[in-house]
């Protein structure tokens, strides 16, 4: 494992297909975030917007979700971080 990339939680599948989850980073603690299903497609290989897709590519992508998220400008309100395809 590697220990600067942030640790990232088991997602939820929302009603909307939506994936939310937090994760959490040395130096700036946790912060949630949101992939929407379109980005769970194009971006993660998901094949359709069925949870099992979205979680099983939601595992195969998270390293690459881990590094998406430390380009982020993490938001210090609390507020949930939407990951969008320029983050990937």
Not at 6 to 25: E, H, K, L
Not at 50 to 68: C, D, S, V, Y
Request: some cysteine; charged content about 20%.
């Amino acid at each position: 494992m590697d220990i600067d990339l942030p640790n990232v939680s088991v997602p939820t599948v929302r009603s909307d297909a939506a994936i939310w989850f937090s994760a959490y980073g040395f130096g700036w603690g946790y912060c949630a975030f949101e992939i929407p299903p379109s980005i769970m497609r194009a971006n993660l290989g998901a094949a359709d917007s069925t949870p099992k897709q979205l979680m099983l590519a939601f595992e195969l992508g998270k390293h690459a979700i881990a590094r998406a998220i430390e380009s982020k400008n993490l938001s210090a309100t609390g507020e949930r971080i939407a990951l969008l395809s320029r983050d990937f």
